[in-house]
T-cell receptor
C-alpha cells in the first residue's frame, strides 16, 4: 500500500511569510509525528498526534509553529512569520499504534530566504 | 536527560567489506530501546534494527547486527558485506521504556559511503 506522503517536496519562501506543510499518513495509522531535521543534525521531535487525544506539542520551538490533524488522518504543520533558522527538512511519520514502528515520509525541505 | 553520541561524522567502506558505526548514549533509565535508522538521499528514515535493553542477545537483521554493551552504554552497528545501496546517513536513537516514538532521541548521524 501507499506509504506516508508529504507535500510539497521542496518549499522556498521569503522571511516573514507563512507556510503550510502537509502529511498524509498510512491509512489506519492512529499515531502521527512531526520532526525537524536541521542541516547536520539528527531529528528533533515537534508534535505527536494519537487518535482523538490532545496532541503532545511539547517539541514545538515557538508559538509560530502549530499543527492540526483533521479527521484523524491528514495533518498540516503551519509555520507563521518564517525565519531563516526555520530552514530544515520537516519529516512526518505515522505508526499503527502508540508504540509501533514508525513509517516516515520523504520530508519537505523548507528554505527561508 | 538522555543523550546520544555518534562520534564518527563520516565513514567509508569498500563494497563487500564490513564496517562498524559507533554509538554511545547516556541515561539513568534501566529499561529502554535503542534503534538504528538509515536515511538515504531520498530523505526517508528507514528502521534498520531495534534492541531492547533488557535483552542480552544482540539483535540481528540479515547483514546488520549490533554490539550492545549495556554497562558501557554502547550500541554499535555492524554492516557485513556492504552494498552500494547501504550508502546513507545512519542515525542511532534512544527511547525510554513506556515512551512513545515521539520521545526518540537521535544522534547527529554518521554519513556512510560504500565505494565500488
Amino acid at each position: 500500500g501507499a506509504g506516508v506522503s508529504q507535500s510539497p517536496s521542496n518549499k522556498v519562501t521569503e522571511k516573514g511569510k507563512d507556510v503550510e506543510l502537509r502529511c498524509d499518513p498510512i491509512s489506519g495509522h492512529t499515531a502521527l509525528y512531526w520532526y525537524r531535521q536541521s542541516l547536520g543534525q539528527g531529528l528533533e521531535f515537534l508534535i505527536y498526534f494519537q487518535g482523538n487525544s490532545a496532541p503532545d506539542k511539547s517539541g514545538l520551538p515557538s508559538d509560530r509553529f502549530s499543527a492540526e490533524r483533521t479527521g484523524g488522518s491528514v495533518s498540516t504543520l503551519t509555520i507563521q512569520r518564517t525565519q531563516q533558522e526555520d530552514s530544515a527538512v520537516y519529516l512526518c511519520a505515522s505508526s499503527l499504534a502508540y508504540n509501533s514502528p514508525l513509517h516516515f515520509g520523504n520530508g519537505t525541505r523548507l528554505t527561508v530566504t | 536527560a538522555q543523550t546520544v553520541t555518534q562520534s564518527q561524522p563520516e565513514m567509508s567502506v569498500q563494497e563487500a567489506e564490513t564496517v562498524t558505526l559507533s554509538c554511545t548514549y547516556d541515561t539513568s533509565e534501566n529499561n529502554y530501546y535503542l534503534f538504528w535508522y538509515k536515511q538515504p538521499p531520498s530523505r526517508q528514515m528507514i528502521l534498520v534494527i531495534r534492541q531492547e535493553a533488557y535483552k542480552q542477545q544482540n539483535a540481528t537483521e540479515n547483514r546488520f547486527s549490533v554490539n550492545f554493551q549495556k554497562a558501557a552504554k554502547s550500541f554499535s552497528l555492524k554492516i557485513s558485506d556492504s552494498q552500494l545501496g547501504d550508502t546513507a546517513m545512519y542515525f542511532c536513537a534512544f527511547m525510554k521504556h513506556g515512551g512513545s516514538q515521539g520521545n526518540l532521541i537521535f544522534g547527529k548521524g554518521t554519513k556512510l559511503s560504500v565505494k565500488p
